[in-house]
């Protein structure tokens, strides 16, 4: 357990539901990143937060893709009108600085 | 464009003895290189990490080298347990200029360690 954890754990919607994933950092990180992960791949970025401020998203995010970290603390990921290709997934990470990178468990979707 | 290519896709090595996963990358810029070592239904957990001024680090059986003019580096497990069976992904960090440090992984081997 590294101390960074995920909520729900695992997730099967229908195509074209909306849901949203839950990630509490390790308290005393102020930097906060998403990554989505597929089936026989590594993990891929999707976004970073720093403190609130959402400072970077990847191509990766589109539209139907929002996340929000309010007052700096947990970091919430929503998808709209869900997708088959949206099945994977989708880790939390955070670390206070440069250097060692906590991840979650990760929330893994399932969209039938 | 594959920024961290990996290889092999996947390894088998007997107990004792010793696995080497290689990776290579293009992009100069990076500066950070980890290894995550990932279980199944779990997220994945950093190993061992070098920066490109390091040849070699070495923490317990792991050990990465790491050739910077052939932008080249690799994980080695010395002594392999069946415990070490899991997936390992290198990694490589650059600042973005927004402030993160988003890692490029590649993509992934499956070490399975027999008894």
């Known amino acids: 357990d590294t101390g960074v954890s995920q909520d729900p754990r695992h997730k099967i919607t229908k195509r074209g539901q909306n849901v949203t994933f839950r990630c509490d950092p390790i308290?005393?990180?102020?930097?906060l990143y998403w990554y989505r992960q597929t089936l026989g791949q590594g993990p891929e970025f999707l976004t970073y937060?720093?403190?609130?401020?959402?400072?970077?998203k990847s191509r990766l995010l589109s539209d139907r893709f929002s996340a929000e970290r309010p007052k700096g603390s947990f970091s919430t990921l929503e998808i709209q009108r869900t997708e088959q290709g949206d099945s994977a997934m989708y880790l939390c990470?955070?670390?206070?600085?440069?250097?060692?990178?906590?991840f979650g468990p990760g929330t893994r979707l399932t969209v039938t | 464009q594959q920024q961290v290519k990996q290889s092999p896709q996947s390894l088998i090595v007997q107990k004792g003895g010793i696995s080497i996963i290689n990776c290579a990358y293009e992009?100069?810029?990076?500066?950070?290189f980890p290894w995550y070592q990932q279980f199944p239904g779990k997220g994945p957990a950093l190993l061992i990490a070098?920066?490109?001024?390091?040849s070699e680090k070495k923490e317990g059986r792991f050990t990465i080298s790491f050739n910077k003019s052939a932008k080249q580096f690799s994980l080695h497990i010395m002594d392999s347990q069946p415990g070490d069976s899991a997936t390992y992904f290198c990694?490589?960090?650059?600042?973005?200029?927004?402030?993160?440090?988003?890692?490029?992984f590649g993509k992934g081997t499956k070490l399975s360690v027999i008894p």
């Open positions: 070098i920066r490109p001024d390091v």
């Open positions: 990694a490589a960090t650059q600042y973005s200029g927004a402030g993160s440090y988003q890692l490029t």
């Open positions: 990470a955070s670390t206070p600085r440069e250097g060692r990178v906590y």
């Open positions: 992009n100069t810029a990076f500066d950070y």
């Open positions: 308290s005393e990180h102020n930097r």
């Open positions: 937060f720093q403190n609130e401020a959402q400072l970077e």
